[in-house]
């Protein structure tokens, strides 16, 4: 699967919620595959999330919520040292956000409006 930074963090706390039917069923078929194991290769632009949702304009992110998607990649990507067209699997995302200090960790994913669905550092840990 490719997954751009911020889903690699999303699919942990993702619970049933998105955009539409199609989304959520794209959504629970990435997270079982992530969460049992398989690797995901690093997209920093349309990924297989993006590929189902109703905001993918193309070549841009639709979305009027929350802040630009590719702003957020790159703070994560930052903080997890993740490079475009590596690998990595849900445990490696797991120990790399474990090794982040709590006020760096407070900053990921800073302006998403998903953060207040729930309970997304919970589920990082
Ligand atoms: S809202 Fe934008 S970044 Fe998020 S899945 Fe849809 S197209 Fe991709």
């Not at 595959?33 to 995901?40: N, T």
């Not at 193309?58 to 919520?65: I, L, T």
């Not at 207040?116 to 550092?121: I, N, P, Q, V």
Request: some cysteine.
């Amino acid at each position: 699967m490719r997954l751009r930074p911020h889903h690699l963090l999303c699919l942990f706390a993702y619970r049933g919620q998105g955009y539409n039917r199609a989304f959520i069923q794209r959504m629970d078929a990435l997270q079982q595959a992530y969460l049992e194991g398989e690797a995901a290769t690093i997209e920093t632009a349309f990924d297989d999330v993006c590929a189902a949702c109703p905001y993918n304009g193309g070549d841009r992110c639709a979305n009027p919520e929350g802040a630009p998607p590719e702003r957020i990649d790159r703070a994560i990507a930052g903080a997890l040292g993740l490079a475009e067209g590596a690998a990595i699997t849900a445990t490696e995302v797991r120990a790399r956000l474990a090794a982040l200090a709590p006020e760096a960790k407070d900053a990921l994913c800073e302006g998403c409006s998903w953060k207040e669905a729930g309970s997304c550092k919970e589920k990082w840990g």
